[in-house]
């Protein structure tokens, strides 16, 4: 890693959610705002689908774009959709 690297501030353009318990033979993509969101069962879809609207919405509440979120914010951010 070059010395001038940690001087560049992370940003964030979005997310990929993978599911990998699909059996059921369906291919399952929905592509949002903030994510992709890939496979995964039917529940496990909807369940990472509610991640990101819930996510979604939070930021906008913050009123703030993605990209100028800090690593802590998006992190908070995430843990909250995911927990509400």
Do not use: W, Y
Not at 2 to 31: C, I, M, N, W, Y
Not at 51 to 70: C, D, I, Q, V, Y
């Amino acid at each position: 890693m070059s010395p001038h690297r940690s001087a560049e501030k992370t940003r964030f353009v979005g997310f990929v959610g993978v599911g990998l318990d699909h059996e059921d033979g369906h291919q399952r993509l929905t592509q949002s705002e903030h994510f992709l969101i890939v496979g995964g069962s039917k529940e496990t879809h909807e369940r990472m689908q509610d991640t990101a609207m819930k996510f979604a919405e939070n930021l906008r509440r913050r009123g703030k774009p993605l990209e100028e979120a800090s690593v802590e914010e998006v992190i908070d951010l995430l843990d909250e959709a995911a927990h509400d």
